[in-house]
């Protein structure tokens, strides 16, 4: 069917209207409270809602299909992760964040261990944010490139040319927002944006159903064939250092997901941000629980959409199918497939939560830098006014800083060879910080001796000891057999070598005294 006039249309007008509706949503800003906080007004459902679309919108829609396209279903065993991880989050580390006028999830660090331990944890949050949504924000290009290359107006160009045009079209356009919304022109526009592209979703599988010769039950059977409707694997019988290396069998999966769900959402601003701006802890728990719930179905639609275009391009490789990436499937399937209109108005669904996903990243970074590192040191006297415009230039700061690590990814991921789903590479590069910040949040919430120098050191230590485990540069120059790890358990080793070390730190220093 192709990609058509009416469906840019349909994309430009969409883009413009759900931009000016939550503005208008956010209402007028005056404080660096409304701009970053919303208030603490906001109902927990519109929380819950957003704190999804922000943490699995474009990676999700792109690439969880890719998943299932390239693999099977194990993936799923992650979420039961998730799920146990956010409960326990609600019960740890929510009611310490509703105690005073928090604003950040790193002010708690600030109070157990000083500004040091606070500074150490909110700069590593920035880097993991510049990397993570680095990704993202090439994700969310991959659609756009591909209505570009398919187009026929950018004849000539290459597919790293398209990804930097897509990528800088996305931040400039989401910079704006940014600017002038706020978090809880955000939140709401998350709400709109998930029920779309979820409704997208779904319209897919429909015209699939209508096209697939033998219907839903065939390609299902066609997939189970090959081996791709598999959910559990234990992954028992193998040797202990292929065990760790797997990602997605169970236990890996449920205990890495479960760590990397405390991590991601009890310690990592870009959620904690979202679930500060409820009314009070109760409506915050109610929140974050059922977002787990929700994302495990989420993926379940998604990694379903899969097992459905491996039949309908009968399983061919991304290669014979002239894509870049396997992370491009789906894409595919909407630009060539769905009826005029139909393909610009889920693409224009998809840019606009990506934006929103986009636009939060930009809105948790600028708050913990303002708050967490210039405030205390050089904004002590400002008015709510300058604290509001010093926010904003740094949010442009960061828009650029972002756009230049999605362009480096997009570089990254194009090169010759094997490359893992975009998915499966943000969620590694997060869960290697994750094990630190996690240590440290639970160092000062479950231990009352150690002090700022045994978590620092603890910290520190946690983070340069992962580079032994990972694989990369490092691994090549060990002797012997080096160990690596999967992903999943990167933020379980790291936070256990923190909570270890700081304790130890704190019994060697105590003997000394």
Sequence with gaps: MGFSIIDYVVIVVYLIGVAALGIYAAGRQSSTSDYFMGGKGLPWWAVMFSVVATETSTLTFISIPAVAYGGNLTFLQITLGYIVGRFLVSVLLLPAYFEGKQTTA???????????MRNAASTTFMVTRLLADGVRLFATAIPLAIILRLGGAFTGWGDIELYLLSITA????????????????????DVMQMGVYIGGAVLAIGVMYGELPEGIAGAVAIAADAGKTQILDFGFGQPFTDFIAQPYTFFTALIGGAIFSIASHGTDQLIVQRLLTTRD?????????????????????????GLLLYSFYDAQT??????????????????????????????????AAAMSSLSSSLNSLASSTTLDLYKPYFGQDNTPEEDLRISRIITMVWAFILTGSAFFFAYLQLQEGERPAVVELGLGIASYTYGGLLGAFLLGRLFSAPDKTDAMIGFFVGLVSL???????????????????????????????????????????????
């Excluded at 996305?170 to 526009?189: E, Q």
């Excluded at 790890?485 to 130890?504: D, F, K, Q």
């Design 170 to 189: 996305i931040s400039v356009i989401t910079l704006i927002y940014t600017l002038i919304g706020g978090i809880k022109a955000v939140v709401w526009m």
């Design 318 to 351: 991304a290669q014979q199918l002239g894509l870049a990436t396997t992370d491009e499937i789906f894409a595919k399937f909407i630009v060539e497939q769905l009826p005029v209109g139909l393909s610009g108005l889920i693409i224009a669904s998809l840019f």
């Design 106 to 116: 790193y002010q708690f660090l600030a109070n157990r261990f000083g500004s040091s």
């Design 281 to 305: 802890v109760k409506d915050s728990q109610r929140a974050l629980v059922w977002s787990g719930v929700v994302v495990a179905l989420q993926f379940g639609l998604f990694l379903f959409i």
């Design 467 to 513: 580079l032994f485990m990972v694989e990369g540069p490092i691994q090549n120059i060990l002797p012997g057999e080096p160990l690596s790890i999967a992903w999943p358990l990167y933020t379980v080793a790291g936070s256990v070598i923190v909570i270890v070390v700081g304790n130890i730190s704190n019994l060697i220093r105590r003997e000394r005294v």
